[in-house]
């Protein structure tokens, strides 16, 4: 009896259990590659959309929009800066 079951365990579940190990790990493997290769078209097509379809307009008045705000904050810091004094 005990013999049987340590030949079961050495003929079947060993080699069952590698073989299975290594499928999850392959198969860890190659969704990391797949997502890796999802991360760089997306980046690869945000950058199709900004070059192709975002206007020169619309990205001068986003600059001077953001711009302005900015201005805005920094007199209000240097505003809250002398106040302090």
Known sequence: MFLDSVSWITMIEVPLFAALFRFVFKQKREAEEAAGLCKDA?????????????????????????TNHLLRIE???DDAGRRER
């Open 75 to 77: 007199k209000k810091l």
């Open 42 to 66: 997306l980046a690869d097509f945000k950058l199709h959309v900004a070059r192709n379809y975002v206007s020169v307009g619309y990205l001068k008045d986003v600059e001077t929009r953001l």
